[in-house]
Nanobody
Framework: EVQVVESGGGSVQAGGSLMLSCTIS?????????VGWFRQAPGQQREGVAG?????????YADSVKGRFTISQDSAKTTLYRLQMNSLQPEDTAMYYC?????????????WGQGTQVNVSS
């Protein structure tokens, strides 16, 4: 059984930082796979924020977070993925989800966590 668990959300003032963590179990037997972070604000569509292609090293960032967010895989605990979020702005407020799948396009039909809430106040 594949399990995806996010943690690390919280409340922060604009300009602050948060680090989200995603632990994935039961899937990472594959040599190549994609781990992505998505977010959804109230009344808005879910959008992809960042992705890492494990085994290939490719990284993806939405234009809105480039230069502020960094996705990574823990070097020691390879089932742990992080999203370092710096210079947070109120528009970054959303529920953040982690997902795993074969590719970026396959993430939407992949395995998802329950989400972790990020609130950024001005």
């Amino acid at each position: 059984e594949v399990q995806v668990v996010e943690s690390g959300g919280g409340s922060v003032q604009a300009g602050g930082s948060l680090m989200l963590s995603c632990t994935i179990s039961g899937y990472t037997y594959a040599k190549y796979y994609m781990v992505g972070w998505f977010r959804q604000a109230p009344g808005q569509q879910r959008e992809g924020v960042a992705g890492i292609f494990v085994g290939g090293g490719d990284l993806y960032y939405a234009d809105s977070v480039k230069g502020r967010f960094t996705i990574s895989q823990d070097s020691a605990k390879t089932t742990l993925y992080r999203l370092q979020m710096n210079s947070l702005q109120p528009e970054d407020t959303a529920m953040y989800y982690c997902a795993v799948g074969g590719s970026w396009s396959q993430l939407w039909a992949g395995y998802w966590g329950q989400g972790t809430q990020v609130n950024v106040s001005s």
